[in-house]
């Protein structure tokens, strides 16, 4: 198991920027893989990116691709996610999550969640 805990978030016009922080914490925090997910009023959560614990792959679900970034720092158990270009679809709460495997990882099937932030974009 690994503890989540994550930062960032709010409220942003059309265009602008947010960068989310989740740092992992645990003796084998550092061997997650890692991701993002965001959840839509009354939908279920989906996949928005997620890295390898050695950062040799990255995944972006397509809605997000060449807009939102996500990347590691090993050294200190942390994730980000930077989102550029935000659109008022982006609008949701996201969540950061870790698994052993990255299959698992993009499925949702962890049971290793951060608390979730909201983000809010508007025009």
């Known amino acids: 198991q690994v503890q989540l805990v994550q930062s960032g978030g709010g409220l942003v016009k059309t265009g602008e920027s947010l960068r989310l922080s989740c740092t992992g914490s645990?003796?084998?925090?550092?061997?997650?893989?890692m991701g993002w997910f965001r959840q839509f009023p009354g939908k279920e959560r989906e996949f928005v990116a997620g890295i390898t614990a050695i950062g040799d792959r990255i995944d972006y679900t397509d809605s997000v691709k060449g807009r939102f970034t996500i990347s590691r720092d090993r050294a200190k158990n942390a994730v980000y996610q930077k989102m550029n270009n935000l659109e008022r679809e982006d609008t949701a709460a996201y969540y950061c999550?870790?698994?052993?495997?990255?299959?698992?990882?993009?499925?949702?099937?962890?049971?290793?969640w951060g608390e979730g932030t909201q983000v809010t974009v508007c025009s």
């Open positions: 999550a870790a698994a052993m495997l990255f299959g698992t990882l993009q499925g949702g099937r962890t049971s290793n």
């Open positions: 645990g003796r084998t925090s550092s061997l997650y893989d």
